[in-house]
């Protein structure tokens, strides 16, 4: 794994850091804390990119094809896990599993993003054409919204909160 950062005017400083695992998907959080998903271990690696070390390990259960993502304001990780069905609600500073959420067996999550305004994660599943809506602060689903065939990726407008999926449809 290697970890690119830019200073201000000078060129790019290359780091390679050696997780303990394989890391299929990253993420990082608001403390530069990456999370790193581990295709065969069923866990998550923190690791504290100044030290270069692994902070902690947790585990999310299956993570293999996982995609994740972080938010500073709502003060959690998620973590789509795309084959097992679920979503994994991780606290960004206890770094400990706060909930799994379980979707349907077609769900295959595929992407996360976050209104944080609002408090809403939004979690692509195109296995069933839908994008779940999760409260932040319960981590329940409150709402489905069918996206139609071959959906990849959402994004939310920081101003209106309107949510856009491209799809074949589309």
Not at 92 to 107: C, F, M, P, R, S
Not at 146 to 159: D, K, L, M, N, P
Request: charged fraction near 25%; proline fraction near 4%; include cysteine.
């Amino acid at each position: 794994l290697y970890m690119v950062t830019f200073p201000q005017g000078a060129l790019p400083v290359v780091k390679r850091l050696q997780p303990s695992d394989i890391v299929y998907q990253l993420a990082v959080d608001s403390k530069r804390h990456l999370l790193l998903a581990n295709t065969f271990s069923d866990s998550t690696i923190f690791w504290d990119t100044a030290a270069d070390k692994e902070i902690k390990k947790v585990d999310t259960g299956r993570t293999a094809d996982a995609v994740m993502g972080c938010s500073e304001k709502l003060g959690k990780c998620y973590i789509a896990n795309f084959w097992a069905h679920s979503v994994t609600a991780i606290d960004a500073v206890k770094k400990q599993v706060i909930k799994t959420i379980h979707l349907d067996e077609a769900a295959h999550p595929a992407s996360v993003s976050f209104d944080e305004e609002r408090g809403r994660v939004f979690v692509l599943t195109p296995g069933n054409y839908k994008l779940v809506v999760i409260d932040a602060s319960t981590d329940t689903i409150v709402k489905e919204i069918q996206t139609g065939i071959v959906a990849r990726g959402e994004s939310i407008h920081a101003v209106t909160h309107d949510i856009f999926v491209p799809n074949q449809e589309s």
